[in-house]
């Protein structure tokens, strides 16, 4: 008799795992594409590969998916933000290159992706019915968050490359700005190109320090 390679068998709570990925990330396409009302189990169970039932088994009603949906995208999305924000630029040579990168890699690895996009577009469309499905993603952003990105701010007043009264109102002006100029009209979760983003961040951030850079950093 001959012996199966248990290495090449998929453990049955890796494949639970699997396919609860595979139906939250249906899910999320749907949510963003038809609303929370229109997206149906049965539809979202079709787009992941499961039966309607699966869904019921690993995660629950459409209200209970919404949750896990909005849930998790928070969580990752949090994880991106904080990845980025540990290349704040520290004492650069030049501070609207250094500072332009890093709203490149903030707009393209957390605002702009899938889960950033997603994430935007739910909130804007579904928070004022559920909102109390959005307390992760309000602790995660203004709350929980916030202080160290207005940290990186305050960092830079002191060592003279900007000049603010206030880190936490000086740093939501710089994501505004940065993000201000980005195309919208290719529909919710649509990605900027490498391009546009570029040209939305070095606009953003010639903005953000006419307004706030030291008399050094605006010099050049």
């Given amino acids: 008799m001959n012996q199966i390679d248990s290495s090449i068998v998929e453990p049955p709570s890796a494949r ?4 609860r990925q595979a139906i939250l990330d249906a899910a999320k396409r749907s949510f963003v ?3 929370v009302i229109a997206g149906g189990i049965d539809a979202i169970a079709v787009e992941a590969g499961v039966s309607r039932q699966t869904v019921y088994n690993l995660i629950g009603d459409r209200d209970q998916l919404f949750r ?10 949090s994880a991106s933000l904080m990845t980025v924000i540990a290349t704040f630029p ?3 040579d030049d501070i609207q290159a ?4 890093f709203a490149v890699r903030m707009l393209g690895r957390c ?11 739910l909130i804007k469309r579904e928070a004022h019915k559920h909102p109390e499905l959005f307390k992760t993603w309000e602790e995660y952003g203004p709350g929980k968050d916030w202080p160290v990105i207005a940290a990186q701010f305050a960092r830079l007043a002191r060592d003279g490359y900007i000049e603010i ?6 740093a939501r002006h710089f994501f505004a700005l940065i993000c201000s100029d980005l195309p919208t009209d290719k529909g919710p979760c649509a990605l900027p190109t490498e391009e546009a983003i570029r040209k ?12 706030f850079g030291s008399r050094q950093s605006t010099s050049a």
């Fill in 16 to 19: 639970a795992s699997s396919k």
């Fill in 33 to 35: 594409r038809d609303g």
């Fill in 68 to 77: 896990a949906v909005v849930e998790e995208v928070t969580t990752r999305s």
């Fill in 90 to 92: 520290s004492r650069p």
């Fill in 98 to 101: 250094a500072l332009t990168d």
């Fill in 111 to 121: 605002l702009c992706d899938i889960d950033g996009q997603a994430l935007s577009t």
């Fill in 165 to 170: 009264d206030d880190p936490s109102l000086a």
């Fill in 200 to 211: 939305t961040a070095a606009a953003g951030v010639k903005t953000f320090l006419r307004a």
